[in-house]
């Protein structure tokens, strides 16, 4: 047989056997030359040129690039060593090290540059899909063309072929430092040896769990007024993110052996079936994949949080934008609103218009609030906007009431007020004391006003014309007066929102229209959660498959036992059941590790993305379990091929 | 009624035009308590006979009877099941699970029974204490000698009292002391519990600690011994006898 026979058989019996490996590879080529696709495509301009996404999308491709290089480095591994015995047997009948390298170089040459091709293509004929994807999340109204690129083209191969030879380098570096008789016992070498458990052992367990309970105790208080100042606040970040990343390594070296050793001591050595062919693995294989494990989790924590945060945002950009702009558009100059009103009114579309004057006044609330100073918030003197009911139609004070209006959770959560109390106003002159009743949600005037998102005062008519005589002027803003035009039938919305961009705005912060705000928000949104999820889905792939080559590897391993039991008369599906418990936690462990990390991440911090939580991190979990749990499917599928051929 | 029973036994491998015939039709009959030893050279066909018997491999044709069920026209997963309750084994190279300790490698194949675990812990005790192991009950297999792993593995064989232990080589990977320590220990059980072993072995020390020795020659019984009352030694010179006269030019290592 000729060498470059030899290769082909390799090649065709590789191809059986690693068809997720091609699979990852060609995925990974088709995402990245799609994105490459994507950045050089001039309809993107749209996308990219108002909110910077050329740059969001170029850093993601680097970082595909570095997921998916990582992986195929990982792969290649795992696929050297693998075949050391084979490449032991070319030395062993008087091959040299260089042809044995070029047999193999020529061999995932072949199968990596042939999936390259297909993925390029495939990425082609994807790219348009994807950016109809990103358009309709952005909210850009914009046809989705398709051009080859030749100079995406260029890049893929370009990036591919640099880590082809990082690749090579490293199978090269391998052979070098191997002689013949090591290269048959690598296997055998890799398995970490059964022994007890040591006190150490037992220590890193506990430790483990310790750390990440912890780690989620302090993200639960982190924005409940325990940390104050900027500061403080920094350092438990990284206090949390130090513990759980630390204890999600502790929780695999030692933990789940430990937890699983307790149970295996309860069971006095009577084990049944499912617990020696899944118990025993579990507790003696996970330990020296504790490294790969945690990266894995963190990573996909990571990657499951930031989405959840990115859709949480853009589930609710509508309530959001509702807090910040109070009507369907919002003014603060007379002459703006009047302008506006009267392009309605000759379009013939009916609106509400409600008129407040703010005034800000220095208020001392110290005896209205629950929790201590917090921030750079001085309780005793803090600036609010105050103004009068009489612009409010479910609102009616005496004299001396007052209640606040505008309430989100953001502001809860730095802020928690009792629900009666006394306010102090602090004039020039005279400090006036009103009794502080309660609570109302709606934000009667926008963010112009409210600083983006403080509670407003609002007081009786008489009581705001006597503070109108005694305001400090320093504190005053420049308009004075929020105008807000409600449309009344909401279907001629967008009509009135194609007029309101011909309204000459002379400072864009100070008047706004609700719908543009929400739909820049989703635009923003839109791409960050386009790209992490792209990225997300990239690195759920690579992981997924670097787990299956896991179980691969260490079914091999383990089919001695499968022929042992089998001997005795446990036949395949008594083994199968074992076996698919064993995946269950093999695959559900870092699952469900990773889900509780970003579970904890999320919750900490999501009121400051938006106002829903459980619908949109559901979502993203539900999906991401999903995915994940085919790489477990398929490698039950694996094991029962093997534990078939183990008798 | 014979408690093993094999008739007209043939087993070939290969296809139609390459077939290798292995077993050439063997009658066997087997006793309740006896303890026999299968002889032969490499490639006479006594580990296939072994296999045979039982049901790891399937023949090609006749049939075997274990307690008057007849394994040859049993299905897969009966079989399986039958092995699990009924056979006992001795394999050469130990066959225990690395993973698991003494005990729970001992306990296995109780793990399908649903006998009490107190009752379970019973047996275990005095199969451990009878092979001098129970010591060792919580070492795993890495921790052992050779002998001592065997004695694991015969003490698997013995705990779930099935009605035939089959032992394939159980002395071959161990050194002279501690094989006839085993095989001691397994002509102790013989007797006390009156245990039926079918052990298939090269070794002739081995073969004298047994009630009959057959002699397997190119797929068909040679000849066979009894002890009767010999003692081991003079058992064991008849064995040789034999031996050198079947050995000729296929006398091994």
Known sequence: MSINQLIWRNLRTNLKNDYLYVFALIFSVALYFAFVTLQYDPSMDAVEGSIKGEAGIRTASVLLVAIVGIFLLYANKIFIKRRSKEIGLFQFIGMTKSTVFRIVGTESFLLYFGSLLIGSFLGFSVSRLIMMILFNLTGVANIATLQFSLLAFQQTILVFAVIYLVMMLSNWLYLKKQTILALFHTVSSTEDKVRKMSALEVLTGVLGVTFILAGYYISSQ????????????????????????????????????????????????????????????????????????????????????LLSLSYISYYSAEQTAADYVAADFSFSSEEEA????????????????????????????????????????????????????????????????????????????FLSLRSSGTIELIGMEQTLSLQYIGMREEFPVSDYFTNGGMPVIVVNE???????????????????????????????????????????????????????????QKMNMGLVMFIVGFLGLAFLITSGCILYFKQMDEGAEEQWSYTILRKLGFTSNDLMHGIRLKQLFNFGIPLVVG?????????????????????????????????????????????RKIVKASL | MPIVEARKLHKSYGNKWNKQEVLKGIDLQIEQGEFVSIMGASGSGKTTLLNVLSSIDKASSGSVHIEGQELTRMKEKQIAEFRKHHLGFI?????????????????????????????????????????????????????????????????????????????????????????????????????????????????????????RVIFIRDGQMYTQLHRGDDTRQAFYEAIMQTQSVLGGVQHEH
């Open chain 1, 595 to 639: 889900l509780l990390h970003s579970y904890f991440a999320v919750q900490s911090g999501w009121f400051l993305f938006g106002t829903e939580l459980w619908t949109p991190m559901l979502a993203v979990m539900g999906i991401y379990t999903v995915l994940y749990s085919v790489f477990g499917l398929l490698s039950v599928l694996h094991y």
């Open chain 1, 462 to 520: 008489q009581t705001f014309a006597q503070l109108k005589e005694d305001t400090d002027p320093e504190l005053q803003y420049r308009n004075s007066h929020y105008f807000g035009i409600d449309i009344t039938d909401s279907s001629e919305l967008q009509q009135a929102n194609t007029l309101y961009a011909t309204v000459p705005i002379e400072l864009e912060w100070t008047s706004k229209s609700r719908l543009d705000t929400s739909a820049s």
């Open chain 1, 222 to 305: 982190l924005f409940s007024g325990a940390f104050t100042g900027m500061k403080e606040l920094f350092l438990a970040m990284l206090l949390i993110l130090a513990l759980v990343i630390i204890g999600t390594y502790l929780f695999y070296k030692g933990s789940v052996r430990f937890l699983l050793n307790l149970y295996r001591r309860s069971r006095k050595g009577h084990l049944n079936l499912n617990d020696v062919v899944s118990l025993s693995s579990l507790m003696f294989r996970m330990r020296s994949n504790a490294m790969l494990l945690t990266i894995i989790t963190t990573v996909s924590a990571l990657a499951i949080g």
């Open chain 2, 91 to 211: 394999f050469q190279e130990y066959h225990l699970l690395d993973t698991l300790t003494v005990k729970e490698n001992i306990l296995l194949p109780l793990s399908i029974t649903s006998l009490p675990q107190n009752e379970a812990e019973q047996w275990f005790q005095t199969v451990a204490k009878e092979l001098g192991i129970y010591e060792l009950r919580d070492k795993y297999p890495n921790e052992l000698s050779g002998g001592q792993k065997q004695r694991t593995s015969a003490a698997r064989a013995f705990i779930h009292q099935p009605s035939v232990i089959f032992a394939d080589e159980p002395t071959g990977a161990l050194d002279s002391k501690s094989a006839s320590d085993l095989l001691n220990k397994l002509s102790e059980l013989n007797r006390k519990r009156q245990a039926t072993i079918v052990m298939v072995t090269h070794d002739m020390t081995a073969a004298s600690f047994s009630n």
């Open chain 1, 338 to 413: 009047t302008t506006f009103t009267e392009l309605l009114r000759t379009d013939g579309i009916d609106y509400e218009e409600h008129v407040h004057e703010v005034l800000h006044v220095d208020v001392n609330i110290e005896d209205i609030m629950n929790t201590s100073a917090n921030f750079n918030l001085d309780p005793s003197r803090t600036m609010l906007p105050v103004i009068s009911d009489h612009g409010l139609d479910d609102v009616r004070l005496s004299a001396n009431e007052a209640i606040f209006s505008g309430y989100n959770d953001l502001f809860q959560k």
